[in-house]
């Protein structure tokens, strides 16, 4: 598996863009972009690279969630490369909903939708068993104090992250993260039960839940 974030010299605002490819760009691979940011130079810079032959750049999009920033050259991309589009909601533009638990490849390898409500009600991170790593969005996965306010809904989905083998994170904005991170992740779950604002109400559609100091 090869990952590429697209948008790491970016000029303009804009969350990361992942393009996955298989190891050698097998016709069975599935090339597949986790969000698409913002930046319109994201085509340009797929069509100049080696993405297999007899196959589309990108054959799949998937969505961490629906902010504008993840989001925003979404219909630049449809339109450059016709590829099949996957969120946890049915925004505009998206062709399949997802579900929880579902499996997906991702260039040559197998990855599970984890709903993790928390930055926005939609919010969907994606874990690969194989390679022990997960693309997490703006999900806040290694919170590094207990000040913040949480919904119960978050805290469950952050428990069942945890207890997966996880060595890198991708993030939807800056460098992955890959120090001591099984570890980190677990502190994290004792910041959100110490911090003693955990909700058990229902998820709001709001941005701002599950959001703390985090790193």
Same mark, same amino acid.
């Given at each position: 598996m090869r990952i590429t974030n697209l948008t790491e010299r970016s000029e303009v605002y804009t969350s990361n863009a992942y393009l996955v490819r298989g190891d050698s760009n097998a016709i069975e691979d599935v090339n597949t972009l986790v969000d698409v940011g913002r930046d319109p130079g994201v085509i340009e810079t797929i069509r100049a690279m080696s993405t297999g032959i &007899? %196959? %589309?750049p990108v054959e799949q999009v998937v969505l961490t969630h629906g902010h504008f920033d993840h989001v925003g050259?979404?219909?630049l991309v449809r339109e450059a490369f016709d590829p099949v589009v996957? +969120?946890?909601?049915p925004i505009d533009g998206v062709d399949q909903v997802l579900t929880d638990s579902q499996q997906l490849r991702f260039g040559d390898r197998w990855f599970e939708v984890l709903h993790t409500p928390g930055h926005s009600s939609d919010s969907v991170c994606f874990y690969c068993a /194989?390679?022990?790593a997960i693309f +997490? &969005?703006?999900t806040p996965l290694? !919170? +590094?104090s207990a000040n913040g306010s949480y919904e119960e809904e978050f805290v469950q989905a952050l428990e069942r992250i945890a207890k997966k083998? !996880? /060595?890198i994170i991708y993030c &939807?904005?800056? /460098?992955p993260h890959t120090n001591n991170v099984a570890a980190r992740l677990w502190a994290s779950i004792d910041n959100v039960r110490r911090s003693d604002r955990v909700s058990r109400h229902e998820p709001s559609t709001g941005t701002d839940m599950g959001r703390s100091p985090h790193v």
């Open positions: &007899g %196959k %589309k050259v979404l219909s996957y +969120a946890f909601t /194989e390679e022990a +997490a &969005g703006d290694l !919170i +590094a083998r !996880i /060595e &939807g904005h800056g /460098e």
